[in-house]
């Protein structure tokens, strides 16, 4: 006999498969349409412009009538199968034109272009889809699933890919196959979703979105964090950047550290997600999960300070806890506050929140490009050898940007001081 619980459990699974092998699949389709357009023909000013614009303008321009399209559907699924088969489409025809002879480079960006853009928005659809499957009371432990699961589905797709021997059309192939397993596999899912609501006009239901989000003072603090968030992300990785720099010095200076320095890198960019997850899961009922989004920020994010010992004897080792830490955090902060989101918001506008967020903080990081340069001023400033006193500045006013992005977390947490995650049965 098959219960509720089991039922849920395996659309889930289902569904989180399919999701991770879509991220896999958009995250290897621009080095194999790269591969594939040949040199003489592919202008790479053009692909940098136009991969900028589809992964940065298209979450802008389109996040929140995108929105609207996923509220609209009976079926959210549906969306997610278009996209993946669009996607599906899009690599298999240069697929079909690199078997015909007829492969060529403007062909393989115009795709490149539409995949960028796919990869930007289907997330949207992803998140307003997740409540209905696994209900609203184990969104944290879905979500840090679903953030690590790719990572995991790396290493099986790359192996497969490292035994190609570079063959730019069997990487062509294995794409395609990839996101036409995610086609069918979201094709699989069917979780009961309540009836879409009338239809009152495009600007009507774009503005609809737009006001819950704005009048919701929890949701409202969620999105003044991810856009500060967002605006201030350049300038940490600016700063991050400048002591990766005195690690990469020390190392060069002597042969000996240059594999403390690959092992100081590595360490947190593969380490730090599963960690995160893990942590939002154990956490998170103990806490809630706003309670837990603004007590990592304030733990973690201190710990950048670190990076300033980078250029010092010990280097390696404070530039990886440095890094470490705070990237865990963020991480933490990522699924709490996802969770709570789609917790707070009603089914019929979740594909509204999502589109809406999605294009504030692409509008934010746009702008945050030019908030590095503060970063890199103040090192040049210091000298070019990179001491602690150097690189304190630049990572004292990264430290300072990435708390002040938790203040409307702190001033709402009076507001969502219940675990709505725990309570709320969806």
Not at 69 to 81: A, E, G, K
Not at 83 to 89: I, K, P, S, Y
Not at 182 to 195: I, K
Not at 249 to 260: C, K, M, N, T
Request: hydrophobic share 55%; proline share 6%; glycine share 8%.
């Amino acid at each position: 006999m098959t219960t509720p619980g089991s039922l849920r459990s395996r659309r889930f699974l289902i569904f989180s498969l399919a999701a991770a092998t879509l991220t896999i699949a958009f995250m290897f389709a621009k080095p194999a349409l790269l591969l594939d357009g040949p040199q003489s023909a592919m202008d790479f000013r053009n692909v940098v412009v136009l991969d900028w614009a589809a992964e940065n303008l298209v979450p802008v321009l389109l996040g929140l009538p995108l929105g609207v399209l996923i509220d609209r559907v009976r079926r959210r699924r549906s969306v997610l199968v278009v996209m993946a088969l669009l996607g599906m489409v899009a690599v298999a025809s240069v697929t079909v034109a690199d078997g015909l002879g007829a492969a060529g480079g403007p062909h393989a960006l115009a795709v490149m272009t539409v995949m960028a853009a796919l990869a930007a928005v289907t997330p949207v659809g992803q998140d307003a889809y997740l409540p209905s499957i696994v209900g609203r009371g184990r969104l944290v432990p879905a979500n840090a699933l679903l953030s690590v699961l790719p990572q995991a589905l790396l290493l099986g797709l790359a192996a497969i890919l490292s035994l190609l021997d570079g063959s730019e059309f069997a990487f062509l192939v294995v794409v395609s196959v990839a996101m036409a397993g995610a086609t069918l596999l979201f094709r699989g899912v069917d979780a009961t979703e309540a009836p879409p609501p009338p239809r009152a006009g495009l600007w009507r239901e774009m503005a609809e979105g737009i006001r819950f989000t704005a009048k919701q003072p929890v949701l409202r603090a969620i999105t003044l964090y991810l856009v500060v968030s967002a605006l201030f992300a350049e300038l940490v990785d600016e700063a991050t950047d400048e002591a990766r720099n005195a690690v990469m010095d020390a190392a060069e200076r002597d042969a000996s550290l240059s594999e403390f320095y690959w092992w100081s890198v590595t360490v947190p960019l593969y380490s730090a997600p599963l960690l995160g997850a893990l942590l939002s899961v154990l956490l998170h009922r103990r806490l809630g999960a706003f309670r837990l989004a603004w007590w990592a920020v304030l733990v973690s994010q201190p710990f950048i300070l670190l990076l300033a010992l980078s250029g010092t004897d010990w280097g390696q080792l404070w530039y990886t806890i440095g890094e470490f830490v705070p990237l865990t955090g963020t991480i933490v902060v990522a699924i709490a506050l996802l969770s709570h989101r789609q917790a707070i918001t009603p089914e019929r506008l979740l594909g509204r929140v999502g589109g809406l967020l999605l294009g504030l903080t692409g509008l934010a990081d746009i702008l945050g490009n030019l908030l590095g340069a503060p970063v890199h001023w103040l090192a040049e400033f210091g000298g070019s050898t990179p001491t602690p006193l150097v690189l304190l500045p630049g990572l004292a006013l990264a430290t300072f940007a990435t708390l002040a992005a938790a203040v409307p977390l702190l001033r709402a947490r009076h507001l969502a001081a219940d675990p709505v995650l725990e309570t709320t049965t969806g």
